[in-house]
Each structure stands twice: as C-alpha cells, then as structure tokens.
C-alpha cells in the first residue's frame, strides 16, 4: 500500500469507526439496559478496534467486525461483573422529552423491558438481528454458533416478545381510534 | 400441489430479514396466497421487529462525561488531509444496496387475509435517507398504481416515512419532489404520510420549520399507523 492510500484507509478507518458509534451503543444498550454501562462497552470496543485496526482487511466487514469485538467486551464484562448486578438497575426511561407522546415512550417502556426479560443468549442474537442488522450468517460467525442456532435463538426471542406485546399491539389500536384527522 | 409445505416461525422469521433464498422465498409466498393464518403471523414478526427497532432507536444518553477528545482529533487532522482523495474512492460504496425484491413482490402478490376480494392495500414503510430505497418505493408505488388501474381493481398504496427518510417528504430537501406531485396528480389513491415525531425532532434539530411537500399526511405517530394499517388488513412492507 502506498503511504497515500495507507492514510486513507487510515481516514475512513476513523470515519466508519465514528459512524458505527451509535449503532453499536443500540446493541449494547439492548443487552445492558444501562446507559452508563453501554456507553462503556462501546468506548471499550471503540479502542481495541484502534488498536487492532490492521486485523480488518476489507473495510466493508467493518460493523460486523465492529459488533463481534463489542460481543466480547459485553462477555468480559459478564464473567467479571455480572453477580453486581440487579435489574433495578436497570435505567428503562428515555431522556426526559415532554414534547414525545405519553404513550409512545410508555410502550417503548414496555418494548425494552420485554426485551430485557429475554434469556441472555435471545437478547444478543436479536439484538444483532434487528439493531445492529447483521446477517444470520454474520452473527453465527460473531458468537461462534452455528446458523441454525441464531434462527432458533431469533424465532424464540420474536415469539415470547409477540405473546408479552400482544397486549401493547391492542392498546395502540385503542389509542388510534381517537386520533384526529 | 394443494398442501403447501408447513412453514414455522424460523423460516418466516428468515423470510422478513431476507435471509431466504430466493427459491425459498417463492415458496413462502406462495404458501402465504392460500393461508390467512400465516399471513397474520408475518404481520406479528414484523411488528415485533419493528417494534424493537423503534425501542431503541433513541437509546437514552449515559451522563455526561469529559469529551473524548483523543480519537476525534486524531480523526479530525486526517481529515484535512485525505477528504477529497477518499471521497472519490468510497463514494461509491453507498449505492450498493440489495434490492428487496421480494418483499415488493410480496406486496404485489399478497391476498390480504380480511378483504379476500379484489381491494389491496399497501403500506410502503421508508425509514432511511436512501435514494435507492426511495426511488426503488416510487418505482413500485407507480407499478402498482398502474398495474390495478389496467385491471380496474382497487389499491391503496400509502408510503409512510419516518426517521431519516423523512428526507423524501421534505419540500426542502427532497430529490423526489416532482416525482411525487405527479403520482399525486395522476392518482387519488396514493398517500405520502410523514412521521410527525420525527418532523418533530428534526425541527427541534435544525431550530427551524421544516415543510412538507403539499399533499402530505402527518400522522402523529408512525408505528401507531403501521399498527393500525396491519389490523385493517394492509399489507406491510419495510424498505
């Protein structure tokens, strides 16, 4: 690689690692339910990747590869931290908004604490799906598993949250019917 | 065949995140055209998913901490450097995107369980600032407008935009602003509907007023729309 190009891929290295930022705080948001804890295990992420920017050969594998270091952080931070913790820690409230309807952030309530319910490994896989959308074959290749076990681990996740939402789904369509042309 | 093989939670699930090959995919659909049942377990999965999606769209911030400047400068020098040179080398790279030509085909294809007669109605759902997406939406919006108007049956189609894709709907902003004004005029049921949380959000944003293109819907909440559409039986699919 010439120096010149060796310092453009530097660039857009830094430029993608900035922009997969809140994608992976979404991911880590959804496995911790703790802002303060997610904002770390990005930040974690964020620098071994610094550091361990020349293992990536192909920018384009970048948020896969990006989400497969922030699986091992959060798997670090469990096998050392986890016995500290307690659900009610978790923080389910969105920053304070009056602006943002009473409703919405009320089923976001209960979206995330469905989600934080979910057995560990459901929440990872789904998480991954559907927030960080990384392929099947991706996120096998990610947590070391095989392709059938991210659908199962996925279809359980869906189902159970289907039956806990089924209840919200109702409740929108109540609130709707008094919406105002 | 009349029995259409049994398709599980695993294989729909696979079908809604486009993990399906394309043979399977047919399949699935196919096996939707004649199973009501499956067709309103598609619409659960999807609402689940989007659903999520939604949740942590906005995931709250961690308090505030010291700016980390290290890696933004160091960023910041390289781009001063290098910005013109990449941009002509990555800019490319944006307009790869795989076509969900299933999904639109699915739309096209789908009897919706509860009208069972000649009316369909479709929910086009953009949520990212896409060009492709956008255009690939009012290519299909057109083709399906078209298509039930030489066969003088009934659609709806309404496009509904939310988060980034609002952009498509914004009389400031949007590179598809004479586009749409034609399938308005040309078509009475067709709707473009913008997300008034995410209106919302982009006006507090900007510190301005953001206009919609004329002729645009708000409604106040998209999801709520997605599920209010899903029970009235419209088909809904997620660019």
Redesign the interface.
């Known amino acids: 690689m010439n120096p ?1 190009a060796a ?2 891929r ?3 290295f ?2 993608q ?2 922009e997969g930022r809140p994608r992976l ?2 991911i880590a ?2 496995w911790t339910h703790n ?2 804890l ?2 770390d295990l990005v ?1 974690q992420t ?1 620098e071994r990747a ?1 550091r361990k920017s020349r293992h990536l050969q192909d920018l ?1 594998a970048m948020p896969a590869w990006l989400a497969a270091i922030l699986t091992n952080c959060w798997r670090d931070h469990l096998r050392t931290q986890r016995p500290m913790e307690d659900i009610a820690d978790y ?1 389910f ?3 304070a908004d009056p ?3 009473h ?2 952030l009320d ?2 309530t209960r ?2 604490r469905a ?1 934080a319910n979910l057995p560990d490994a459901q929440r990872e896989v ?2 991954l ?3 960080g959308e990384h ?2 074959a991706e996120v096998a290749r990610m947590l070391h598993i095989p392709i059938g076990t991210v ?2 681990r ?2 359980r996740a ?2 159970a ?2 039956v806990v ?1 089924a209840g ?2 109702h409740e ?2 109540t ?2 019917l008094r ?1 105002i042309k | 065949m009349n029995h259409p093989q049994h398709i ?3 294989r729909l ?2 079908f809604i ?1 486009g ?1 399906l090959s394309d043979e399977d995919a047919e399949q699935v659909m196919a096996a939707l055209q004649s199973d009501a049942q499956l067709g309103k377990r598609l619409c ?2 999807s ?3 989007e ?13 505030s ?1 010291p700016p ?1 400047g290290r ?2 400068h ?2 910041a020098a ?2 001063l ?3 013109g ?2 941009a002509g ?2 800019g490319n ?1 944006a307009l790869t995107w795989r076509q969900p030509d299933t999904l639109i085909d699915l739309a096209r294809l789908i009897h919706v369980p509860n009208a069972g007669r000649d009316s369909v109605k479709v929910m086009l759902h953009v949520s990212t600032n896409d060009e492709g997406k956008m255009k690939t939406v009012l290519d299909e919006t057109e083709k399906l407008l078209g298509y039930y108007e030489r066969e003088l049956k009934q659609i709806n189609v309404e496009v509904l935009t939310n988060g980034a894709g609002l952009n498509m709907l914004r009389a400031d902003a949007s590179p598809f602003a004479a586009r749409i004004r034609d399938l308005q005029q040309r078509y009475e049921n067709v709707r473009f509907v913008a997300c008034k ?1 995410a209106l ?1 959000k982009l006006q ?1 944003e900007l510190g301005r007023d953001v206009p919609l293109l004329p002729g645009s819907d708000l409604t ?2 998209s ?2 729309e997605i ?2 559409r899903q ?1 009235d039986g419209w088909v809904y699919v997620q660019i």
């Open positions: 010149l310092l453009c530097s660039h857009e830094r430029r690692l900035e705080y979404r948001y959804a802002a303060a997610a904002d930040q964020m610094l384009r923080d409230e969105a920053d602006a943002v309807e409703e919405r089923r976001q979206v995330r989600v789904l998480s799906v559907d927030l392929s099947y659908m199962s996925l279809s869906r189902a949250l289907a939402l919200t789904v929108s369509n609130v709707n919406r | 599980d939670d695993t699930n696979a995140d993990a659960q999965l609402l689940v998913r659903m999520v999606r939604q949740s942590y769209r906005e995931p709250p911030k961690p308090a901490k980390r890696l933004r160091r960023a390289a781009v450097i290098v910005t040179v990449c080398w990555f790279e949380i919302d507090k106040p909440s999801l709520d599920i209010r029970k």
